[in-house]
């Protein structure tokens, strides 16, 4: 994977985490995966489409899923339903946008 990919996304997802999230956001290591792993709890995969094609996938523990969700919809969740699912995925479309 070429650097001049992950970038935009890298600096899209910290800019809307930190603006959606109203908090400071910490960017960790990046580094590539050399094995598919499993699912951490929650994902979303936006397609791509366009100069470039693929998928974008967002991966995150359900602990972190429902701390996002409970944020971004102003109100305590405590379970992986409906509306974090869809909170998560609104997540993964406003950074790809």
């Known amino acids: ?9 890298v600096e899209s997802a910290y800019s809307i ?5 109203n908090t400071e956001v910490t960017r960790g290591d990046l580094y ?8 951490m709890g929650v994902a979303a995969i936006v397609g791509l489409a366009g100069d470039v094609e693929g998928r974008v996938l967002f991966d995150m523990d359900e602990k972190t899923a429902i701390e996002i969700s409970s944020v971004m919809n102003a109100e305590e969740l405590t379970e992986i339903d409906d509306l974090v699912k869809a909170t998560i995925t609104e997540l993964a479309n406003m950074i790809t946008a």
Do not use: A, D, G
């Not at 994977?1 to 996304?9: G, H, L």
């Not at 590539?32 to 699912?39: D, E, I, N, T």
């Open 17 to 21: 985490m930190k603006e959606v999230l």
């Open 1 to 9: 994977m070429r650097v001049e990919y992950i970038n935009p996304f």
């Open 32 to 39: 590539l995966k050399k094995s598919s792993q499993p699912v």
